[in-house]
């Protein structure tokens, strides 16, 4: 499940099965955003970053992630 408000923007997405994508969820990489199975990304996460890829990964509200440009939260 995605959420209607979530904004993945990218020029390479690819989610897998069971992935729940929750509300204010904002993923801006311009390289690709790989999402694999049974992820969940909770709600207010902001992402921005060259690549992203989360597999069976779990992101909770206030997460913080290292990207290959910088840091998000």
């Given at each position: 499940?995605?959420?209607?408000?979530?904004?993945?923007e990218?020029?390479d997405?690819?989610?897998?099965?069971?992935?729940?994508i929750?509300?204010?969820?904002?993923i801006?990489?311009?390289e690709?955003?790989?999402i694999?199975?049974?992820?969940?990304?909770t709600?207010?996460?902001k992402?921005?970053?060259?690549?992203?890829?989360?597999?069976?990964y779990?992101?909770d509200?206030r997460s913080?992630?290292?990207?290959?440009t910088?840091?998000?939260?």
């Amino acid at each position: 499940m995605i959420s209607k408000n979530a904004i993945l923007e990218t020029n390479d997405l690819q989610i897998g099965k069971n992935v729940v994508i929750g509300d204010n969820v904002e993923i801006r990489c311009p390289e690709k955003i790989h999402i694999g199975d049974n992820s969940v990304l909770t709600k207010d996460i902001k992402i921005n970053c060259t690549s992203f890829e989360a597999g069976e990964y779990d992101l909770d509200t206030r997460s913080l992630v290292r990207c290959s440009t910088g840091v998000s939260s």
